[in-house]
């Protein structure tokens, strides 16, 4: 499944930036790639940029995703976020017994700097 972050710099100075997702905080679901996107720069006061990652689902019922960090690349600060969102997963079966799994979200969270 594809998520999308909008990430938003709410302090008062300009920041280099990095989305990175902790494999060691992460239980419920995986990431499919790298672990970690740069975010390059990020204006000061309300600049914002948005970045897609894709996640798999590694069972089935509520899921929550955690493990996000975004770190100051410039001054190494690291702020930890809370779990981002729940997600149900629920598997469906067609008639050709293929198993399929069908990702719903079910609450969010605003990534915060």
Known sequence: MA??????????KTKMLQLQFRLSNMSEL????????????????????VVEMRFS???TGLLR???CWIVDLAS???????PLFDV???????DD???DV????????????
């Open 102 to 113: 069908n990702p719903i979200v079910v609450g969010t969270q605003t990534v915060r700097i």
């Open 30 to 49: 995986a990431i499919c790639g790298p672990s970690f996107v740069s975010l390059g720069t990020v204006a000061a006061e309300g600049g914002s940029t």
């Open 88 to 94: 149900f997963v629920e598997k469906e079966t067609d």
């Open 65 to 67: 995703l955690q493990g």
């Open 76 to 82: 190494d600060q690291e702020i930890a976020q809370p």
């Open 57 to 59: 689902p590694l069972a």
């Open 3 to 12: 998520v999308k972050f909008y990430i938003v710099n709410h302090s008062d």
């Open 97 to 99: 017994d293929y198993d």
